[in-house]
């Protein structure tokens, strides 16, 4: 529960404007001041040494349910992000049963959701052939926003916006004034090369990630920028997997298109030698790239084109990762590492400022995406923080794994920037490897 009047003493606050010595009182779960020394509170959490970021916002992950929790489900999934310093995420409106597209689903979803999410949490409505007129009563429900395939999702229920299901799907979406998240990979150029390799029997993992080139991602960003600008829409491209397809982004945005641009920590992390060595658990859509390719996306993230980096967590159990690569289930557990890996390979390894990282993945989601009271450290937000000793060096194991299915292709990595204690609305939920919430997460819609 939250504790009125409880300071965070001597830790080093990290926002986007700078980082600085500083306490911070909270009251009621909201943040009352930020100061050099601050008085009246009457519990204290000791955060010398300890550097104070904003909680991570995760606004791209798939918890599954209800109908898949078996898969996940945000019981465990809530409990791995809180693990890996994050109090709010954004679910994705496929993968659970039935899918996110009308409002007896929604309302079904948020009801599992707050009865088992340590964390709190916002949904993504669908945006699906047929579903256009089910829009506004998915906006007046409370969804962040909308999710589109350009390519076939992998489940039959969510089949892929055609263009005319896009551009209708943006046009409702602009009036209602909420953005549509595109997966952006061309199924004409997927589906042929797939189809080609099938039909020559070659379904090796190579095979795999030739049949989702970079060409493909690029093309689909561009029509659905194009598409976007017609009809006067706020975009939003995720897990763009290179750096061309950020480049392709960025001239949309020149061009005046309202879009933001979000990476992965995988694609950051993990290259296609990894794709070989690891298997179906490192399998994911787009693929994963070569290093030419990930050096431009660090060089776009570096320079502040990427604007939003989020964990794509998209588990399965798994004996669905086992058998022929191309049927083997796509998506990758990481929504406990998103953190880490901006810290050891960003901050450590290439110099990303601490700020930038706040920024990546509190302060712009929050203001993307009309987060309330969330994104940055500053008095009248949620005191939704998490305290991170950045020298500490450790090796992920799978015991250190919350998620449902302990498996993840960050198994194994070593990080520097260990997650000493996360906060929610003020109340500690995470705190020295062990999970520690009272209350449950709340239903957010955007402000």
Not at 12 to 32: C, F
Not at 158 to 184: K, S
Not at 416 to 439: C, D, M, N, S, Y
Request: proline share 5%; net charge negative; glycine share 10%.
């Amino acid at each position: 529960m939250s504790i009125a009047n409880t300071a965070i003493r001597g830790g080093t606050v990290v926002t986007t404007e700078g980082v600085r010595m500083a306490d911070i009182l909270i009251s009621g779960g909201v943040i009352t001041a930020v100061e050099p020394e601050v008085l009246g509170a009457s519990q204290t959490i000791d955060a010398t040494g300890l550097h104070v970021f904003p909680a991570v916002l995760d606004v791209h992950l798939h918890f599954n349910e209800p109908g898949r929790t078996e898969w996940e489900g945000a019981y465990t999934g809530s409990r791995a992000l809180a693990a890996g310093g994050g109090a709010f995420f954004i679910d994705m409106p496929l993968n659970s049963t039935p899918c996110t597209v009308n409002a007896r689903e929604f309302d079904r979803k948020r009801a599992a959701l707050e009865a088992s999410s340590i964390t709190d949490f916002g949904l993504w409505g669908g945006l699906i052939p047929g579903n256009v007129p089910q829009m506004a009563e998915l906006a007046e429900r409370g969804v962040m926003g909308f999710k589109a395939f350009l390519c076939d999702s992998g489940l039959p229920e969510f089949p892929r916006a055609d263009d005319l299901t896009l551009y209708e799907g943006f046009r409702e979406a602009a009036r209602l004034d909420l953005p549509v998240a595109v997966h952006a990979e061309s199924e004409e150029i997927c589906s042929a090369l797939l189809a080609r390799c099938r039909a020559e029997g070659r379904t090796e993992i190579r095979d795999f990630l030739s049949s989702r080139p970079v060409l493909a991602e690029v093309e689909a960003i561009t029509r659905a920028a194009l598409l976007a600008g017609e009809a006067g829409a706020k975009l939003h491209i995720v897990h763009i997997s290179s750096g061309r397809g950020v480049v392709a982004a960025a001239a949309a945005k020149r061009r005046g298109v309202d879009v933001s641009i979000e990476t992965c920590p995988h694609y950051l992390a993990f290259t296609e030698e990894d794709v070989e060595r690891l298997g179906a658990l490192a399998k994911c859509a787009p693929p994963l790239r070569n290093s030419v390719d990930q050096n431009a996306l660090w060089e776009q993230l570096l320079n502040g084109t990427v604007e939003i980096v989020a964990s794509d967590h998209s588990p399965a159990p798994p004996e669905m990762k086992t058998g022929d690569f191309f049927s083997a289930w796509g998506g990758i557990a990481g929504v406990q590492s998103t953190l880490s890996v901006l810290l050891e390979l960003g901050y450590h390894q290439r110099g990303l400022p601490l700020e930038r990282i706040a920024s990546l993945l509190a302060t712009e989601p929050a203001r993307r995406f009309r987060i309330p009271n969330q994104g940055s450290i500053r008095t009248g937000n949620h005191a939704d923080l998490v305290l991170v000793d950045l020298q500490h060096s450790s090796q992920l194991t799978e015991g250190h794994l919350f998620q449902r299915h302990k498996i993840s292709p960050y198994v194994g990595k070593q990080f520097r920037g260990a997650i000493r204690r996360t906060l929610r609305r003020g109340e500690t939920i995470f705190a020295e490897g062990k999970l520690v919430a009272q209350t449950q997460g709340k239903f957010v819609r955007p402000a």
